[in-house]
Nanobody, 120 residues
Framework: QVQLVESGGGLVQAGGSLRLSCSASGNTGTINVMGWYRQAPGKQRDLVATSLRDGSTNYADSLKGRFTISRDNAKNTVVLQMNSLKPEDTAVYSC??????????????WGRGTQVTVSS
């Protein structure tokens, strides 16, 4: 129904920065929530940050101040700016979008994920 494509992952040294982008396409209608989650090997998927259509944001407590999420409703994109990266930030970062399609059905879509590796 809704496809999400992430970009911007890669390898960075501790203290560096990365900028992740996610673009939604397909049978989009109203995307109510759009954001990022991450999962390290052997661990659960955790919230990074989300944003509503009005621009309000929600961050994981441990990441607030280092990470910033921004959303462009017209372009159906969301960006995650990651600063002061630490080795423990290493994970697969996945974009998520939840909303209602043009036909009135709800959706909860995930991107394929992009690898972020922070070396010490």
């Amino acid at each position: 129904q809704v496809q999400l494509v992430e970009s911007g992952g890669g390898l960075v040294q501790a203290g560096g920065s990365l900028r992740l982008s996610c673009s939604a396409s397909g049978n989009t209608g109203t995307i109510n929530v759009m954001g990022w989650y991450r999962q390290a090997p052997g661990k659960q998927r955790d919230l990074v940050a989300t944003s509503l259509r009005d621009g309000s944001t929600n961050y994981a407590d441990s990441l607030k101040g280092r990470f910033t999420i921004s959303r462009d409703n017209a372009k159906n994109t969301v960006v995650l700016q990651m600063n002061s990266l630490k080795p423990e930030d290493t994970a697969v970062y996945s974009c998520n979008a939840r909303g209602v399609t043009w036909l009135g059905t709800s959706f909860n879509s995930w991107g394929r994920g992009t690898q972020v590796t922070v070396s010490s």
